[in-house]
């Protein structure tokens, strides 16, 4: 099984941008499952709005994960309760709106997609640890195809929540610092994993935000308005191949840019 897994789709460019490589992508591979993060896909960036989760479906996303930015736009709350193809953080609190993971079934078998979110420069969250042994061992019962997005800040705390589940998911990746790591790999538990997936939208800006306030907020620090950068859009994406016993051969990092 193929699951294709896209890193933080940020504002309109990314979208329109991920519609046109996921067109390309399906005549290259045989994709069984797209899941992506979508936690900045509002057109402002922050969160994410009906218009834009919509959007994400039509142009063939099936299941959308989330991240610090959940709670950005108010207009997503009833969606996240009642649409079964999008979860946030599975250790915020439980009496928060939506779910923190999802079941679907691809090709006659049942996949799960965990959703986390880290701790370290993060906020105040229940233990992504506890979490995912409490989700994963309930999961366990029914499927071994399980695939994480740890949204997460640090690349240790990332690492460590894969070694954490070396053998007992398909795979964790990191999502949330918007920049790409070179570091994918297999674990011997057939856990595939990466740092961080990237982010899917403006390319030349700093974490898709202008270069300008940017530049500025690190010099003095003081707070101004950040908008997403315009220019050239950047696609980025993990695709990970899982065997029949829910392990992982494969994960190959897809990075790819306008001009
Ligand atoms: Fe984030
Ligand atoms: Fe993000």
Same mark, same amino acid.
């Given at each position: 099984?193929?699951?294709?897994?896209? !890193? +933080? @789709?940020?504002?309109?460019? !990314? *979208?329109?941008?991920?519609?046109?490589?996921? &067109?390309?992508?399906?005549?290259?591979?045989?994709? +069984?499952?797209? @899941?992506?993060? !979508?936690?900045?896909?509002? &057109?402002?960036?922050? !969160? *994410?709005?009906?218009g834009a989760l919509e959007e994400l479906y039509d142009s063939g996303v099936e299941l959308v994960t989330l991240g610090n930015h959940t709670w950005d736009q108010k207009e997503i709350y009833d969606s996240l309760d009642r649409d079964m193809r999008i979860c946030r953080p599975a250790n915020f609190h439980e009496d928060a709106p939506g779910r923190g993971y999802l079941n679907c079934e691809v090709n006659g078998k049942q996949v799960a997609v965990i959703n986390l979110i880290g701790r370290t420069y993060m906020g105040l969250y229940e233990s992504p640890f506890q979490i995912a042994d409490k989700i994963v061992s309930e999961i366990r019962q029914t499927t071994s195809y399980i695939f994480v997005d740890f949204h997460a800040e640090v690349t240790s705390e990332k690492l460590a929540l894969a070694w954490y589940l070396n053998g007992k998911v398909s795979a964790v990746v990191g999502t949330h610092t918007h920049v790409q790591t070179a570091d994918e790999r297999i674990l011997p538990g057939g856990t595939a994993y990466i740092t961080d997936v990237g982010m899917t939208g403006p390319r030349d800006g700093i974490i898709g935000l202008k270069k300008g306030p940017m530049i500025q907020k690190f010099i003095d620090q003081m707070p101004n308005k950040h908008e997403l950068e315009e220019g050239p859009r950047q696609f980025s994406a993990v695709l990970i191949t899982i065997d029949e016993s829910g392990k992982s051969t494969a994960i190959r990092r897809i990075l790819r840019t306008e001009d």
């Open positions: 099984m193929n699951l294709l897994f896209i !890193g +933080d @789709v940020t504002g309109k460019a !990314g *979208i329109t941008y991920l519609a046109e490589q996921l &067109k390309q992508l399906r005549r290259e591979e045989t994709l +069984d499952l797209i @899941v992506a993060n !979508g936690e900045n896909a509002a &057109k402002n960036g922050r !969160g *994410i709005t009906i």
